[in-house]
């Protein structure tokens, strides 16, 4: 009796264990930010509300961080985030790191150049300004990896 017992409650975990996919693991990620930008919070809170374990890195020199991955004037924005070694500069939408981290790009990393109404944390209202997600490379030549259309 007790095997069975054994072998029914095995049985379990492994289902339990078998359900977790990868996409349910939190994701890690540091993010870089001035302690003067309100935009940045709320853009971390879409990263939690998105299955992300933040690491929020409060700096006044977040140029220096820019200069040490990459990130050229033309793609800067308010933040620079790391995540399994790709830079994620300004209002990403999480979704699109997501798809980064899956298709594994040969990348150095994607980015919303700028301060972009109705990107992610700069919500305003029902309001929101077409963008882009640019990838960038080593060499900062930039490609569209996403784009979303806005409301006017």
């Keep these: 009796m007790k095997i069975l017992k054994n072998l029914l409650i095995i049985g379990l975990l492994a289902a339990n264990t078998a359900g977790v996919r ?32 933040v690491k929020d890195v409060v700096t006044n020199d977040v140029q220096a961080v820019k200069d040490k991955y990459g990130v050229s004037r033309e793609i800067a924005s308010c933040h620079t985030a790391i995540v399994d070694g790709y830079v994620v500069e300004g209002h990403v939408p999480a979704n699109d790191i997501k798809t980064l981290l899956t298709t594994k790009s040969k990348v150095v990393g994607i980015a919303v150049p700028g ?38």
Excluded at 29 to 46: A, D, Y
Excluded at 124 to 146: C, I, P, Q, W
């Design 22 to 53: 990868a996409e349910d693991k939190p994701i890690d990620i540091v993010v870089h930010r001035s302690p003067s930008c309100t935009c940045c919070g709320k853009w971390l809170e879409h990263l939690k509300d998105n299955n992300f374990n």
């Design 115 to 152: 301060m972009v109404d109705g990107s992610p944390g700069m919500e305003m209202g029902d309001s929101k300004d077409a963008y882009k997600v640019l990838s960038f490379d080593r060499e900062n030549h930039t490609k569209v990896f996403n784009s979303y259309e806005g409301t006017q």
